[in-house]
């Protein structure tokens, strides 16, 4: 479903993107390395910001050249909000922030602030969920299915609209360790998609509280695991499905 015309946003053709990432930044560089290479003209980064002075996703940042600065007080949502416009940001993205975004923030980039979490909320989420305790707290309840939550974000912990999902298996051996890397292909995928349509409002947030829109994930041949959501619905479906899920997930 496309957005309704009049919950398009008049964005500027390339949005300006702030990113705040309180560890290694893996999700900030596939941000980093989606929009300097042929979708540069749907966003840009323009600033990112941590709670950690030895976050690794400083140092990326750095690195690209992309003003990186520590969040002296992450509870002080008006210095944040001051920040943000210093650096022109049109959207504020997380990737893998720990801390809670003050409400200021939330209402100063309400339906621009956009949150990954690394299992399908709205479980396995909220205060203390984060890192290895959510792989291992799938592990503990013999999910059997996890995967990757892209969302707006509101006031609570892992709460706000769902912008899109993608189903990750949980295997026979696994550790929070092993199925957390496997979430995280995913994530990698993911998240660029996402915040290109949102960037790019193709996937807005009405003032029904509701996402309109969608992220058009590629299906193909050549990326399989874009199929894991997919019910296979014929023999020869199914057939196909079991080929790919033997190749990418060898016993
Ligand atoms: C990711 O799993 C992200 O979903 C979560 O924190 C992790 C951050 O990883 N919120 P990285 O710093 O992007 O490598």
Known sequence: MSPPSDLLRQARPTANIAVLASGGGSNL???LDHFDGE????GRIVWVGSDKAAAGA???ASKAGIPAAVVSDPRDGDALVETLRAADADL???A???KLIPESVVRAFHGRLVNIHPALLPAFGGAGMYGQRIHAA???HGATVTGVTVHFVDAHYDRGPIIAQWPVPVLPGDTAATLGARVLR????LFPLCVEAVAGGTVVLGDDGKVHGHVAIPVSPAAPEWRFGLVPDTAGD???FATEWARLFPR
Do not use: D, I, K, P
Not at 39 to 42: E, V
């Open 138 to 140: 799938v592990l503990a």
């Open 39 to 42: 979708r540069a003209q749907a």
């Open 186 to 189: 995913v994530e990698h995928r």
């Open 92 to 94: 504020l993205v997380l």
């Open 96 to 98: 893998g922030y720990l």
């Open 58 to 60: 400083l140092t990326r």
């Open 29 to 31: 560089q596939v941000l």
């Open 238 to 240: 199914v057939a196909a």
